[in-house]
């Protein structure tokens, strides 16, 4: 199995990757680290340990994580995923918590501890975790196996503004230093996760099968489905992040393309604008991928049989 931490803001789309991972035998989850991004931290920390308890998985620790971005002020996504991050699931207080130490010791710890590139890593929220345990210990980036992330835009603009996705717009200086370091990282950018909708049929789907993880992932989407009816005008809700979860599930779901990716930290215009540059002779090795194709039914299959 695939040795696996997932960084994540729970977060409706996160909630569905959580579920995923939690019902999926082929991933050895290492440990659940949280961060302030959709919702403040003790939200999502909380949120965690709910959807833990939903999918059984008491074995797996949760920890959280930073506050705050590096630089930049705190700003939610609470109209995307309700004030409590679960849209209309009531949150109530889980039966165990986070685990003692913080998700930037346990990034660490855990990477550290174990060979050289046999761990991976899902950053479903802004990198300020990942950033900040690269400062604590620069030999992380050589450790760590590839690293996935859902961030990111390209073709269609940003979802935040014209140029910037929410997870890269939120610590856009977290996510420069992590594309700087010798991390090797995917982005599965909105190119990507705006071609994995949570259809009606794929929502009924969900319900019918009538199991408590598979309940809560259908609810998570019909909020989505209700909001971004409202909001944007979509009918079927993007479900970002379980792109990088489907990932390290099954990678021959996905086209890559190798790149080279900086990012905007200082204007305030373009401000978390995701630069993919495809050309070698301008942007000198292509460290990066960046995710352009999905096998959409594929990813909900993962989902499918992860939460029956
Ligand atoms: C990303 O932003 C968050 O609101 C979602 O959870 C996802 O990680 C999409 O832009
Ligand atoms: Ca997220």
Redesign the pocket.
Known sequence: PTSLIIDC?P?V??AVALLTAFGTPALELLAITTVG??VPVDKTARNASILRQIAGRGDVPVFMGAERPLRREPMG?GE??GAEGLGDMVPFEPEAGCAPGTAVEAIVEIVMARPEKTVSLAV??PLTNLALALRAEPRLAGRLGPVAV?GGARAEGG?ITASA???IWADPDAAAEVLASACDVTLFG?DV?HQVRATEARIAGLEALGTEPARAAASMMRFSQRIEREIVGWEAPPV??LCPVAWMIRSDLFTLRPCHIAVETVSDLTRGHTAVEFREDVAGPLRHRWATGVDVDGVFELLTEAVR
Request: hydrophobic share 30%; aromatic share 10%.
């Open positions: 803001d977060g789309d996160d991004g959709n996504a995307f995923h479903l929220g859902m979802n996705e929410f997870n909105l996760t970002h992040d």
